[in-house]
T-cell receptor
């Protein structure tokens, strides 16, 4: 149980384009989802927290107009990187938890390369 | 606010040797504690967690950890490691249910790279 998937697993795009990453909870209802960014050989940096049906809460320093998060259903959250630039290249990981759970379950990650 | 310190960035060990990965935390509220493992180019997998009760918790793959409130530590141990245990290990903390939860946001340590050599 508690499986989280992400799609795509990797994506290469040109600078200036937008990229959408999906995060799905496959066998539970994800009332809360989290989006993280991880640079090579570093820890995870929380970007934002989203509760189903509500606007996402962004961490300090994260541009909400650049990283659009939508959590429209209990099984799906999307992260859209708008007007991507090379500095947005990174490993993006989502996690999810059900309302009564203390534990976050993580997706396999999406590697984004912006050329 | 919470913080997590993983004292060793890299731990090399030989196969079948015991290992301890150290984790200390700081928090103004009561906490939940977690260890996650990350294999190359993958997401995080939960190894074990401490929520309440017994301070010795057992997880998957033969790992265990002990919560020490007085020393604010949650060290991860395995009595005999395998080559397949080579990975990055992250300790994480969140506020507990009684502290207001705050969606149980996790604060991660910087990670410890465990390398098991033959």
């Amino acid at each position: 149980g508690a499986v989280v998937s992400q799609h795509p697993s990797w994506v290469i795009c040109k600078s200036g384009t937008s990229v959408k990453i999906e995060c799905r909870s496959l066998d539970f209802q994800a009332t809360t989802m989290f989006w993280y960014r991880q640079f090579p050989k570093q820890s995870l940096m929380l970007m934002a927290t989203s509760n189903e049906g509500s606007k996402a809460t962004y961490e300090q320093g994260v541009e909400k107009d650049k990283f659009l998060i939508n959590h429209a259903s209990l099984t799906l959250s999307t992260l859209t990187v708008t007007s991507a630039h090379p500095e947005d290249s990174s490993f993006y990981i989502c996690s999810a938890r059900e309302w009564y759970q203390e534990t976050q379950y993580f997706g396999p990650g999406t590697r984004l390369l912006v050329l | 606010a919470q913080s997590v310190t993983q004292l060793d960035s890299q731990v090399p060990v030989f196969e079948e040797a015991p290992v301890e990965l150290r984790c200390n935390y700081s928090s103004s509220v009561s906490v939940y504690l977690f260890w996650y493992v990350q294999y190359p180019n993958q997401g995080l997998q939960l190894l074990l967690k401490y929520l309440s009760g017994s301070t010795l918790v057992k997880g998957i793959n033969g790992f265990e950890a002990e919560f020490n409130k007085s020393q604010t530590s949650f060290h991860l141990r395995k009595p005999s490691v395998h080559i397949s245990d080579t990975a990055e290990y992250f300790c994480a903390v969140s506020g507990n249910r009684g502290s207001g939860g705050s969606n149980y946001k996790l604060t991660f340590g910087k990670g410890t790279l465990l390398t098991v050599n033959p």
